[in-house]
């Protein structure tokens, strides 16, 4: 199916949550001055209008961006996202608004390197024009990268079987954002498989899938499933805005489930989320979530390991 269009939820709630923790992993990577790889299975146009177009229909950054855009007591970890929203909107009017793989690029340096997939037909063209653009207001700019040509690599077809040829990536160090649009069931355990291949490929990388959380039974199941496979750890965060609205339709809540965590990641969504459920919050059931544990591996006969996740640690709070 190729009906989902990310223009229509642009800035929501769950692109806070994704983009705020994206950006924090793409920093802690960029910590050291290797190289390392950022892969985007479903990348969307990469940049939505929000007063024009499928953004503006139904307003859903009202529940994400907007009511962040003029706070002063922002986290550091939030008041870094919001600033690079900002500087896509020197007007200081809320116009335009990032999708991850214009997150990315802002975050990393000349030397990373970027590996879009996109398999909508129209959006894989705005995406592949948004970054000529950007490429064009560089060069206005005077900035001419020495490995152009190579630091972004678009590729319009399913992210799922296109990863499986980048990995490992050449720098041996990368993070993989795995956000399929879930309109059909089969993208749950697309996901659950592809998580799995990819950590045999490339065992340290860092891995995040971001999920609906949903009355749907595949939506319910997802992080259980992607606790039991082995890796260095994982950690679990959800977000949740409010109850359900009286038509019981849109998403309320969502969550990011990281493999491979870094370690300073749990303390600053510590710090960010219960400041995100007080002002994104719209009424006193909105929430948060955040576990975090281990998997190890044991020899079960002569079949593959199986991986036996411990016992998480679960912290949450209401509004």
């Known amino acids: 199916m190729l ?26 990577l960029g910590q050291k001055e290797a190289a390392y ?3 985007d299975t479903h990348s969307g146009a990469g940049l939505y209008s ?31 996202y919001v600033a690079l929203v900002k500087d896509l909107n020197p007007s200081g009017k809320m116009r335009y608004y990032p999708g991850s793989p214009y997150c990315a690029d802002k975050i990393m340096r000349e030397q990373d390197r970027l590996r879009l ?11 592949s024009e948004n970054f000529r653009k950007l490429d064009a207001h560089a060069a206005a700019q005077g900035h001419r990268p020495t490995a152009r040509g190579k630091r972004v690599i678009i590729a319009a077809g399913d992210g799922f079987e296109g990863l ?39 065992p ?39 109850g359900s609205t009286p038509d019981g339709f849109g998403l309320h809540s969502s969550g990011m489930f990281i493999l491979n965590p870094p370690w300073t990641l749990e303390a600053t969504l510590r710090e960010v989320m219960p400041y995100l459920v007080s002002v994104l919050g719209r009424d006193a ?35």
């Open 3 to 28: 009906s989902y269009r990310h223009g229509f939820h642009a800035g929501n709630h769950a692109d806070v949550l994704k983009h705020f923790i994206t950006i924090q992993l793409l920093n802690y």
């Open 37 to 39: 790889t950022y892969i």
């Open 50 to 80: 929000l007063d024009a177009g499928y953004a503006s229909k139904n307003a859903e950054y009202e529940t994400g961006i907007a009511p962040l855009w003029d706070r002063t007591d922002l986290p550091p970890a939030l008041a870094e």
């Open 117 to 127: 997939f996109e398999l909508h037909p129209s959006e894989i063209k705005i995406l």
């Open 164 to 202: 499986k040829a980048l990995l490992p990536p050449p720098s041996r160090r990368g993070l993989v954002l795995i956000d399929p649009p879930y309109e059909v069931k089969d993208d749950y355990r697309r996901v659950k498989e592809t998580v799995q291949d990819a950590l045999l490929r490339f």
């Open 204 to 242: 340290t990388g860092v891995y995040a899938v971001w999920y609906p959380i949903l009355q749907r039974m595949e939506s319910k199941q997802l992080p259980e499933r992607l606790k039991r496979i082995p890796a260095n750890g994982w950690l679990n965060v959800s977000l949740s805005i409010g």
């Open 285 to 319: 059931s909105a929430t948060f979530n955040i576990e975090s544990g281990e998997t190890q591996t044991i020899g079960k006969g002569r079949g593959k390991p199986a991986a036996v996740p411990r016992v998480p640690v679960v912290r949450s709070r209401t509004r």
